[in-house]
């Protein structure tokens, strides 16, 4: 399914996002057969939010997608997105979503497809500017058989934006990028939110978790366990991080592992961390011997969290 199928506007998006919740997930439930996949999901995204849906294989994120783009029917509960059903919303051409298994049309140009899916849309961004949005400019001419995997999803990128949706759904948006089209790409994802739209997407990314989403959403078992800020999150987690310098002939991890607070060391580079139980008894331990040499304290990582939160459901 391309991310034009799934949009299928009528033609009556709005240049301005509409007031109300972009989402709106009441009690929600939905299982196959006998087997529940979500259980009782409360969900309330507002505009300009830009959150991450987060949560180990099996957890129901591709589920909860699904429900919320109308693409399965919940047992129980309401989905609405901006007051409206989700396939009411999607025939308004109020959200669209670029997914996964998204398969663009095979010899057609990126040029030709965009042209295409803006004739759609009411006020569609111009072919110029979703070009520079998504850094597609070079690719207009190209097939999309000839394409690598990272040009195939900045145009899927592309034909989910040219329509300027109110909302915006992601599965993995930056599978096959390179570091340099990650980059560019949520500068552009940032760009958006800043105008008032909302945008929700799945990763296991978690550094890029941390860096652009305003709010992360945690699923274990289909329930959410989590729901905050990515500071908010790590801070869930007891263990703190201690770095320090160490000399070619300083103290290894063996070593380390012996001080109080220490819960685990690694050595590399010239530069100790270690994870802490207690931060201020290692810290200390560390002043006693005089191994305080550029020293950092952290907060657990959001991986750390993740695993924290998701492996004891």
Same mark, same amino acid.
């Given at each position: ?27 929600? @439930? ?64 109020? $959200? ?51 394409? @690598? ?67 992360? $959403? ?45 819960? @685990? ?49």
């Amino acid at each position: 399914m391309t991310a034009t199928a799934l949009s299928r506007p009528d033609g009556a998006a709005p240049a301005d996002p509409p007031a109300g919740p972009a989402v709106r997930l009441h009690d929600v @439930s939905f299982g196959y057969g006998r087997d529940p996949v979500v259980h009782g999901l409360d969900l309330r995204v507002e505009p300009g939010e830009v959150l991450a849906l987060l949560g180990p294989n099996g957890a129901g994120k591709s589920t909860t997608i699904g429900l919320l783009l109308g693409l399965l029917t919940p047992a129980a509960g309401r989905v609405s997105l901006f007051g409206l059903g989700p396939e009411q919303a999607v025939r308004r051409g109020l $959200v669209a979503a670029m997914l996964q298994e998204n398969q663009l049309l095979p010899r057609a140009t990126v040029g030709e497809l965009l042209h295409f899916t803006r004739g759609l849309y009411r006020e569609p961004m111009s072919l110029d500017e979703v070009a520079g949005l998504a850094d597609v400019g070079d690719l207009l001419g190209r097939t999309t058989d000839g394409l @690598s995997g990272g040009q195939a999803q900045r145009v899927r990128f592309a034909l989910a934006v040219v329509g300027r949706p109110s909302l915006l759904v992601l599965d993995e948006p930056t599978a096959a990028l390179d570091v340099r089209a990650r980059r560019e790409f949520w500068r552009a994802i940032d760009g958006y939110a800043a105008h008032g739209r909302a945008v929700l997407f799945a990763s296991h990314h978690l550094q890029e978790v941390d860096e652009h989403a305003g709010r992360v $959403v945690m699923l274990a078992a289909g329930r959410i366990v989590a729901d905050g800020s990515p500071a908010q999150i790590r801070r869930t987690v007891a263990d703190r991080t201690v770095a320090v310098d160490v000399t070619r002939d300083g103290p290894d991890e063996a070593m380390l592992r012996t001080l109080p607070g220490v819960a @685990s060391a690694t050595v590399a580079a010239g530069r100790a961390e270690l994870r802490c139980t207690d931060a201020d008894a290692a810290v200390t331990a560390l002043a006693e011997r005089g191994l305080l040499r550029n020293i950092e304290v952290g907060a657990g990582s959001l991986e750390d969290a993740f695993l924290s939160i998701t492996e004891v459901r």
